[in-house]
Structure formats: C-alpha cells, structure tokens
C-alpha cells in the first residue's frame, strides 16, 4: 500500500476527516494473519491427527459419508428403491457428521482442550486403553501426579463419543458412595441404552480398596453383577517410598510414619496388581511441545495490537525456555521429594499472564516490566519452594551470564513490595517476613492456591495478620498509593478471611462445607475471599483423608486458598498449590528481630543493647544448634523454636534493671533439672555472658522451674506505650498426674481458677459435646480475664492453636483483647 502525501493528508484533515497511520495499521494487519496462520497450522495438524484417532475408534462420521456417496453414485439404478429407507439412513449420517465436527470443535478450540497437545505417545496410549475397554478388560492406570492420566481418559471419552463420569475418590468415599455411583450409572444406561464410562480418579486413597477391587476386577458389587454398559476405568498413585535426607529438607514429619511415603494411599490389593497400566511421564521433548503450546495460548489471550502481546511475542522464546529450564532443574533436585508437572507451567504462566495485564509502570525501573514480570512469575513457582542452596543454583541457571543475578532481582522485587505494607509494633520486617508477604500477596491476588510450610516460630500466621490489615477496607486506598510509589500500578480488592482450624479429627464434609461458604462470598464483587487452613498437616494425619477432597476443589479455584503447615504434605496435594518452604531465620534476622523489639521498648536506648543482642543470638544458637540430644527431650529435635527466642529477647527488653538475672533465660530454656540439658545451659550461660560458675549455679537454685511458672503466672508488664506485655501461656509436663495439685500446694494457683479436666469415659471420649463445652468455658475465661487449666484434653488442643497465637492489643475503650492471663495445660508422661 502506497504512503499519501502529506498535501493530501493535510488537506483530509482540514476537511475534519480522522485520519490514522496507514503504514501502522498494515503491520497490524499481517501481524495478525501471521499469527492466525501460526495457530491455524497447529489446529490442522492436530485435526489431522485426531482423524488417525477416530479411524482407529470407529468414530470416522465423514469418511462413511463419503463412502456412501461413492456407492450411490455407482448404483444409479437402484436409485428409486427403497427411497424412504435410504434418505433416513443418509439423514442418519448426516447428523453423525456433524457429531464429528462437533467433536473437532471440542478438542480443539475450547480453552479446556485447545492447550492439551496430542502427540503421537497420547494416540497410541489411548488406543491401547481404548481396546482393553471394548474388550472389557480392566483398567487400572498408575502414574505419578501430574502426569496427564485424568486429562488422557477425558479426551478418549470425547474422541471416542461416549458419556464419562468421572469420580474423584477420597478417604471418605467408602461402599455406600460406591453403591450410590453404581445406582446413578445403571439408571442412566437404562435411559439411554448406550455405554458409559466410569472413570474412579485416585482409587487407592480410599481404605475400602477391597470393594473397588471387586468393581473393576470382578465387575461385581455385593456379589451382583453390573450392567455390560458400565465400562469402569481406574486411576492411582504409586505406593513409594519418600527417599530424601531430614538433614537436607527441615520440613519433613518425622513423627508421622504415613510421611516416608510419596503419597498417603493405601496398598492396591493383589489381583489389581495384575491389571496396573504403567502411565509413565512426559518426556522431555512433550513437556517442551506443551510449554510452547501453553505459552503460545497465553499470548493469545491478548489482543494482538496491544503492547503486552508485542512484548511477549518478543520475549516469547526467552519465557518457554526459561520455565523448560525451570522444569528440568526441578525434576532433578526435588526428585522424591516432591512431583513437578504441567501444573506448574500453568501457574507460571498465570502468575505472567495477570502482571502482564496491570499497566505497565516499566518507565520508572531500569529493567523492563515484562522481564520484571516474568521474574515474579518464576520466583513463585519454582524459586521460592527450594532450599537456601537450591536457590543458588537455581539462579545462576536462570541467570547464564548475564547481570544482576535472578535472585538479586526477585530480592528487589521483595523489597519494593514489602514497603507498601503496614507495619505492626514490635515487628521486624526480616527476609523471611518479606517473602511470606511477597508470596500471599500474589497468590490471593490471582486466586492461586498456595501452602506455606515452615518450623513453628517463622512469621506464617504474622504475615497473614499484616495482609489482612492492610488489605482492609479502610487501609485499601492508602495501599494503591504505596504500590504506585514503588512501581506497582496494581488495582487490589479489600480481602476477608474465612479461616477453618484443622486437626486430626478433620472430615471432608467440614472442609467441603467450609469451602462453600467461602464461595458464596464471590457474588459480592466489591472484594477478594480467602480462605485459610490453619495447621493443614494436622489434617493430613486425620484418619478419614479429608484433604483428598481438596483435589478438585483445588484444579480451578474461584477463590484463594492459603494453607499453612510445619511440614510438606504429600505430593499429589503439593502438585495442586504452589509451595513456599521457608527456610530458617539466618543471625541477621534474629538480629533484626531483636533490635525491632528492643527499639520499640526502649526509647532511650543504651549503648551495650546491641552486645546484649549479639549475646542472645548467641545463646539461641548454641542451644538449638547444639550437637548432643541435651536439648533434645523424647528425641524432639524442634523442641525449642524461634517462639522461645521472642519470648527471651521480649522479658529482656522489659526488664533491663534485671540485667544479672537469668530469670529470663530459665523460663524459655530451663526446666529440665537435675538432667544434661541443665548442665549444658549452664556451660553456655558461662561461655556466653563471661560469668562465674558458681554465680550461675547460685541462680539456678534460686529460679527453680516452679518458681519460673509462679512469676510468668502473677508477673505483667505495662510497656511505655501503655500496651499490656502478657507472659507466656505454661505447658507442665509432669510424670504424674496430680501435678495440678502440687501448683494449687506452692500457692502458685488457687480454687478461684478454673479447672477444666479430660475424661476417660467411653461416652466423653465419642462425644464432641464434652468438648464443645470446655471450649466454651476457654473462651468464657477469655472474656472475664481468668486463668484457666487444662488437664489431659488432648482432643482439643489443636482447636486452640489459633488463640495462642494472638498478639495481644488494645482496644480504644482501654480493655485488652484476649485479656487471657495464663493457660496451662498438663501432658502427663
């Protein structure tokens, strides 16, 4: 196309004509037909392979109406005969035709399917299933999470043209389930007279895998024999063992002994074992076909005259290639660890796809937008799940050769992000605060599912704290400001919370409940939900598998889902949520920490702190880093935590005029007298602070553990901001059971207290009402400031993790929230 002069260009735009740029609009223009000639290639040649498919299932509608027309055309004479017959037949076809073409359309232009790449391994597998199910031989696929089993068996069943039901198996899907499905397949065979597939997602999560065995090997219920109709498919994780080092990954249970295992199923039975079907996994050229189709479906989301799809077609390459990268690293240092499949592509690819979509704010930073996004979108599926050196190695990869390195630039991210958030007194915000933050916010903000795992102590639940009241109604605006002056021109919603507790006597009702209410908060779009589990491994160990519920619920989330956890759960719910391991609190952020609080405290401050900051982290290291099992009681490697260092450098700050004492010291990491940790702690005390042994052994006697408890029982601070500074809740681990009596005889407790004591009685035992009734009586002694002990409730000492958590504050009328002095409970050993 010719340029218009200018004369003529001027002279249009006297006239009022709106004019554009010609040459502009013609580069759009085969901008876009390259594109659509890229895509269209793709679809033929996957429509090309799907008539492979059909013709070998016996779903090739077109070609047997070509045939026909052949045949017709041969028989002219018989053209006459039998009219009526031939043009219903001929109807007949037609319709299947269009079946056909319907089915094309399915596969490949609905976002369901239009990513699912068709290779040549996928054919030939569902061939091979395809001919065991027509010869009603059973099926039972085993493959790792991930692997694409579910997403195989739905794409046969469209190809194939038959009705799929797919069920996804749980803990507490038992034979009465099984017998409802059975009954819902047969009634629907009877109204339709034609086959049906079943297809049990997971089978062996359930513990009644005996009666699935007799539904696929036997075709069988109750001893019955099902309809012929009802084709029944299988699919199940591998029972493996978990080969990896404590030493190497902190966040492993070892106390559960169902955690040595891959994933928490259960053993197939015999006869199943004969009809496994080894799935395998993606090779390394499919998954490399699947992360270009993926990449290349995500820029197609955008309009292709927009600046976001010119920059990711040019950045196109680098962004398949660095997440095949990502991948291929993960599958080698996380190997039996943890499973790393498509769905980690496809929540990089998320995370990119959203922040390309915010405006681009790339003119205030040195690096562009769109590589500061694809650094997000990288860090937060796969960077922040590795170890402290994992992560190195991870960033020179990424990084090649070139400068900063991708860690130093995701550090900047973190740092930038952080500073829009609202600070809360007495809290630092350390590294490891700044990437809990970092990663909430993302996740929530896309509706991602994410778990963070990390030891007791590492500031899970305080960052969640700070997200809540900073994406509050009232503090909202004051937030789009802050992102605006660090370079985020992001558009958030106020976020509310629902919050579940899990413990071990979780079920799936409860969580499916909890989830539905949470999404019925969706139809208010003026902000985001967020619901929250609270000690999500405790779940995991609860024996009706609750969490398998969460696959499904978890494949495409309306909602954003954030679990907590002091160790990994198993991989098949890992592979659903993106994972942050936090990793453990370095010297400079204990030192950080402790300076934070000791800054809020004191306003004057004196020039030996730091020293006296230097010399807790010391004695916190040595204590928790110690060689021997003296810290170690039970063999409980995280007996002391993170929690008991607070504690320490919170009683130091307040009573500085006790600098000599070691009250402070006995109260957090005493207790154990007349045994090896006792004279070890004296041995650190003596190195550490430069005092005499006798003088410590002097203050050892005098801060006996019972005289430890009676102080953090009738001692409370006023701090010089007038906020109340509560004591530490008590646990007494006594060897015999009347140690409550023995505090009411040091005077250390009174009958004006209240005793809440746990029942061996069969009837209590079963019954959640005796427990519904000490729970409220807690939160009764909450309310009205007294002190409650608790004696051998085991059954709902997990119900009260999130109050010990609190932070206590105040109100404005003057009262405290949580007014709670002190709580005891007794765990007799």
């Given at each position: 196309?010719?340029?218009?002069?200018?004369?003529?260009?001027?002279?249009?735009?006297?006239?009022?004509?709106?004019?554009?740029?010609?040459?502009?609009?013609?580069?759009?223009?085969?901008?876009?037909?390259?594109?659509?000639?890229?895509?269209?290639?793709?679809?033929?040649?996957?429509?090309?392979?799907?008539?492979?498919?059909?013709?070998?299932?016996?779903?090739?509608?077109?070609?047997?109406?070509?045939?026909?027309?052949?045949?017709?055309?041969?028989?002219?004479?018989?053209?006459?005969?039998?009219?009526?017959?031939?043009?219903?037949?001929?109807?007949?076809?037609?319709?299947?035709?269009?079946?056909?073409?319907?089915?094309?359309?399915?596969?490949?232009?609905?976002?369901?399917?239009?990513?699912?790449?068709?290779?040549?391994?996928?054919?030939?597998?569902?061939?091979?299933?395809?001919?065991?199910?027509?010869?009603?031989?059973?099926?039972?696929?085993?493959?790792?999470?991930?692997?694409?089993?579910?997403?195989?068996?739905?794409?046969?069943?469209?190809?194939?043209?038959?009705?799929?039901?797919?069920?996804?198996?749980?803990?507490?899907?038992?034979?009465?389930?099984?017998?409802?499905?059975?009954?819902?397949?047969?009634?629907?065979?009877?109204?339709?007279?034609?086959?049906?597939?079943?297809?049990?997602?997971?089978?062996?999560?359930?513990?009644?895998?005996?009666?699935?065995?007799?539904?696929?090997?036997?075709?069988?219920?109750?001893?019955?024999?099902?309809?012929?109709?009802?084709?029944?498919?299988?699919?199940?994780?591998?029972?493996?063992?978990?080969?990896?080092?404590?030493?190497?990954?902190?966040?492993?249970?070892?106390?559960?002994?169902?955690?040595?295992?891959?994933?928490?199923?259960?053993?197939?039975?015999?006869?199943?074992?004969?009809?496994?079907?080894?799935?395998?996994?993606?090779?390394?050229?499919?998954?490399?076909?699947?992360?270009?189709?993926?990449?290349?479906?995500?820029?197609?989301?955008?309009?292709?005259?927009?600046?976001?799809?010119?920059?990711?077609?040019?950045?196109?390459?680098?962004?398949?290639?660095?997440?095949?990268?990502?991948q291929q690293f993960l599958h080698k240092v996380l190997a039996n660890e943890a499973i790393v499949s498509l769905r980690d592509v496809s929540r990089c690819l998320k995370?990119?796809?959203?922040?390309?979509?915010?405006?681009?704010?790339?003119?205030?930073?040195?690096?562009?937008?769109?590589?500061?996004?694809?650094?997000?979108?990288?860090?937060?599926?796969?960077?922040?799940?590795?170890?402290?050196?994992?992560?190195?190695?991870?960033?020179?990869?990424?990084?090649?050769?070139?400068?900063?390195?991708?860690?130093?630039?995701?550090?900047?991210?973190?740092?930038?992000?952080?500073?829009?958030?609202?600070?809360?007194?007495?809290?630092?915000?350390?590294?490891?605060?700044?990437?809990?933050?970092?990663?909430?916010?993302?996740?929530?903000?896309?509706?991602?599912?994410?778990?963070?795992?990390?030891?007791?102590?590492?500031?899970?639940?305080?960052?969640?704290?700070?997200?809540?009241?900073?994406?509050?109604?009232?503090?909202?605006?004051?937030?789009?400001?802050?992102?605006?002056?660090?370079?985020?021109?992001?558009?958030?919603?106020?976020l509310h919370c629902v919050s579940f507790q899990c413990t071990r006597n979780c079920k799936p009702s409860a969580i499916k409940e909890t989830w539905d209410k949470a999404?019925?908060?969706?139809?208010?779009?003026?902000?985001?939900?967020?619901?929250?589990?609270?000690?999500?491994?405790?779940?995991?160990?609860?024996?009706?598998?609750?969490?398998?519920?969460?696959?499904?619920?978890?494949?495409?989330?309306?909602?954003?889902?954030?679990?907590?956890?002091?160790?990994?759960?198993?991989?098949?719910?890992?592979?659903?949520?993106?994972?942050?391991?936090?990793?453990?609190?370095?010297?400079?952020?204990?030192?950080?920490?402790?300076?934070?609080?000791?800054?809020?405290?004191?306003?004057?401050?004196?020039?030996?702190?730091?020293?006296?900051?230097?010399?807790?982290?010391?004695?916190?290291?040595?204590?928790?880093?110690?060689?021997?099992?003296?810290?170690?009681?039970?063999?409980?490697?995280?007996?002391?935590?993170?929690?008991?260092?607070?504690?320490?450098?919170?009683?130091?700050?307040?009573?500085?005029?006790?600098?000599?004492?070691?009250?402070?010291?006995?109260?957090?990491?005493?207790?154990?007298?007349?045994?090896?940790?006792?004279?070890?702690?004296?041995?650190?005390?003596?190195?550490?602070?430069?005092?005499?042994?006798?003088?410590?052994?002097?203050?050892?006697?005098?801060?006996?553990?019972?005289?430890?408890?009676?102080?953090?029982?009738?001692?409370?601070?006023?701090?010089?901001?007038?906020?109340?500074?509560?004591?530490?809740?008590?646990?007494?681990?006594?060897?015999?059971?009347?140690?409550?009596?023995?505090?009411?005889?040091?005077?250390?407790?009174?009958?004006?207290?209240?005793?809440?004591?746990?029942?061996?009685?069969?009837?209590?035992?079963?019954?959640?009402?005796?427990?519904?009734?000490?729970?409220?009586?807690?939160?009764?002694?909450?309310?009205?400031?007294?002190?409650?002990?608790?004696?051998?409730?085991?059954?709902?000492?997990?119900?009260?993790?999130?109050?010990?958590?609190?932070?206590?504050?105040?109100?404005?009328?003057?009262?405290?929230?949580?007014?709670?002095?002190?709580?005891?409970?007794?765990?007799?050993?």
């Amino acid at each position: 196309m010719k340029k218009v002069p200018e004369d003529k260009l001027k002279a249009l735009k006297d006239q009022g004509f709106c004019l554009f740029d010609w040459q502009q609009d013609l580069k759009s223009k085969e901008l876009i037909l390259q594109e659509r000639i890229k895509s269209s290639e793709m679809k033929s040649e996957k429509k090309k392979r799907l008539q492979v498919l059909f013709r070998i299932l016996g779903t090739q509608y077109k070609e047997a109406l070509n045939n026909r027309k052949e045949r017709e055309a041969k028989n002219e004479q018989d053209k006459n005969e039998k009219k009526e017959e031939k043009k219903d037949e001929e109807n007949k076809v037609v319709k299947t035709a269009r079946l056909h073409d319907e089915i094309v359309d399915t596969l490949c232009e609905r976002d369901e399917w239009s990513n699912y790449v068709l290779t040549f391994d996928n054919i030939l597998k569902m061939i091979a299933i395809f001919l065991k199910i027509r010869t009603n031989f059973p099926v039972i696929l085993m493959g790792e999470t991930g692997c694409g089993k579910t997403s195989l068996i739905k794409c046969l069943g469209h190809a194939a043209n038959v009705k799929l039901n797919a069920i996804d198996v749980h803990g507490g899907f038992g034979r009465d389930e099984i017998r409802k499905v059975i009954k819902d397949c047969s009634d629907q065979v009877l109204a339709n007279g034609q086959d049906l597939w079943l297809f049990l997602d997971e089978v062996n999560t359930s513990p009644d895998i005996g009666w699935f065995k007799e539904l696929i090997c036997d075709h069988s219920l109750d001893g019955v024999k099902i309809s012929s109709q009802i084709k029944v498919i299988a699919a199940c994780n591998p029972y493996r063992q978990r080969k990896v080092q404590v030493k190497v990954n902190k966040h492993i249970n070892t106390d559960d002994p169902l955690n040595q295992w891959v994933y928490r199923v259960f053993p197939l039975c015999d006869t199943m074992k004969e009809y496994i079907w080894p799935f395998g996994q993606l090779s390394l050229l499919d998954e490399k076909q699947y992360i270009w189709a993926m990449t290349k479906q995500m820029k197609e989301n955008f309009d292709p005259t927009s600046i976001a799809y010119k920059e990711i077609e040019r950045w196109e390459t680098v962004i398949a290639e660095n997440i095949s990268k990502s991948q291929q690293f993960l599958h080698k240092v996380l190997a039996n660890e943890a499973i790393v499949s498509l769905r980690d592509v496809s929540r990089c690819l998320k995370f990119f796809y959203w922040l390309m979509q915010q405006e681009n704010v790339a003119a205030k930073t040195k690096v562009s937008w769109t590589e500061r996004a694809l650094n997000i979108a990288l860090s937060l599926s796969y960077y922040f799940r590795l170890s402290e050196t994992q992560r190195k190695d991870y960033s020179q990869l990424i990084s090649s050769s070139r400068k900063p390195l991708f860690s130093d630039m995701v550090n900047e991210e973190i740092a930038r992000l952080s500073e829009c958030f609202e600070e809360l007194p007495q809290v630092a915000f350390h590294t490891i605060l700044k990437e809990n933050i970092f990663v909430l916010f993302f996740c929530i903000v896309t509706t991602t599912p994410l778990i963070l795992v990390g030891q007791p102590g590492t500031s899970k639940t305080l960052s969640l704290q700070i997200m809540l009241k900073t994406l509050s109604y009232h503090n909202i605006q004051n937030f789009h400001q802050k992102l605006k002056r660090n370079s985020f021109q992001f558009c958030v919603k106020p976020l509310h919370c629902v919050s579940f507790q899990c413990t071990r006597n979780c079920k799936p009702s409860a969580i499916k409940e909890t989830w539905d209410k949470a999404e019925r908060y969706i139809s208010n779009k003026t902000m985001m939900t967020m619901l929250l589990f609270d000690e999500i491994g405790l779940a995991e160990q609860s024996n009706y598998n609750p969490l398998k519920i969460l696959h499904q619920l978890l494949e495409h989330p309306k909602i954003a889902f954030v679990g907590i956890s002091n160790w990994t759960l198993d991989a098949a719910k890992m592979n659903r949520m993106v994972m942050h391991s936090i990793p453990a609190m370095s010297r400079k952020d204990l030192e950080d920490t402790a300076k934070s609080i000791f800054g809020k405290v004191d306003k004057h401050k004196n020039p030996s702190f730091i020293k006296d900051i230097e010399k807790l982290v010391q004695i916190y290291e040595k204590i928790t880093q110690h060689k021997t099992n003296a810290f170690k009681p039970n063999g409980n490697k995280h007996f002391f935590g993170i929690r008991d260092f607070y504690a320490l450098v919170k009683h130091q700050s307040i009573n500085k005029a006790q600098s000599t004492s070691l009250e402070g010291y006995l109260r957090n990491f005493g207790g154990f007298e007349k045994s090896k940790s006792s004279e070890q702690l004296r041995k650190i005390l003596v190195e550490v602070l430069n005092m005499q042994y006798l003088d410590i052994s002097e203050q050892f006697k005098l801060w006996t553990p019972v005289r430890c408890v009676q102080s953090n029982v009738t001692r409370k601070a006023i701090l010089d901001n007038n906020s109340l500074q509560m004591y530490r809740h008590c646990m007494v681990i006594s060897e015999e059971h009347y140690s409550w009596q023995l505090l009411l005889d040091y005077g250390i407790l009174n009958y004006d207290h209240i005793f809440l004591f746990g029942r061996c009685f069969p009837h209590d035992i079963y019954s959640n009402i005796t427990n519904y009734n000490h729970l409220n009586k807690i939160i009764d002694c909450m309310d009205t400031g007294k002190t409650v002990v608790l004696n051998n409730l085991n059954d709902i000492y997990e119900s009260l993790y999130d109050m010990l958590n609190q932070r206590y504050q105040q109100r404005p009328s003057g009262l405290f929230f949580l007014v709670l002095q002190s709580f005891f409970y007794n765990n007799n050993r």
